[in-house]
């Protein structure tokens, strides 16, 4: 059953006030929309606090992000061309919501994309998370970076930006979001502990074929070649391949700590020791030292 205008509002209301008790935007962050009948669009207005708003503050647009209605001075989120573009390509979506989410904004800092199979949930409902490349905010280069990721997936990190999450409805956007943030939480835990156990191919492969049996809807099927590198038709998920076991520890940074030596890990990240970091640390205050005595 369609909902009324007037609920929607509401809704985006307290999606806001979600996204901002949870701490996935500060100040004026982030921005919400969500597609009306007749090419519309009801959204957050520019420079007002997510936790803070109220439904009559809402703007609407039509799909080209010109102002329908609002109230006197109210404009509608600086950041509107992002949200268009989704809803340009995908039919399917009826809503966007992007934050800033602490965790998940800080792997998309570090260039690091959340598309390791990791977790069962994620690989069946969102796939992978994979990076847009940057693009100055509230200008026509930042829909132009998620352009080519917005037609085959629902989440996604922005580089040195954000995230965002695109749904069915709006708090089907908004679950995603928290998601993103969940997953990012998590993977940051066991990288930090020193090892990730990743899903083999073969068990993405049952994962995938339980999207259909859940009636999870998918923009696109997962693709588990990690050499094959970006492919705009399929979601890019990082699995080895190991006939026979569900489970594959990684190796790729564990032999260069057993051996005593830091070592670059996949997605780039610089894995140490304790005993490596106090030393490098060690290091720094010896140079600092001598260079303030000198």
Known sequence: MARSEDQLRLDIV????????RGFV???DGNISVRLPGDRLLMTPTSVSKGFMAPEMMVITDMDGRLLSGEPGRKASSE???HLVAYRHRPD????????????TGFAVAGIPLDRAVLAEVVTTLGSIPIAEYGTPSTPELPAAVEPYIKTHDALLLANHGA???????????YKMETIEHFARISLVARLLGRENLLSREEVDRLQQLRGTYGIASPAPVCVDPQAGPDPSCQVVVAP?????RL???TSFLAGIAGGHAAIGNGGEIQLTYGELTTLIEDAVRHLTARTTA
């Not at 307290?14 to 008790?21: C, D, K, M, P, S």
């Not at 965002?164 to 908004?174: M, N, T």
Request: proline share 9%.
């Open 248 to 250: 594959v520890p990684d």
């Open 93 to 104: 979506v009826q809503a966007v919501v992007h934050a800033h989410p602490p965790l998940s």
């Open 14 to 21: 307290e999606v806001g006030r979600r996204l901002w008790t």
């Open 241 to 245: 391949s190991a006939p026979g076991e």
């Open 80 to 82: 509107i061309l992002m």
């Open 26 to 28: 500060a100040s004026n």
């Open 164 to 174: 965002l999450a695109l749904g069915r409805d709006l708090f089907a956007a908004y």
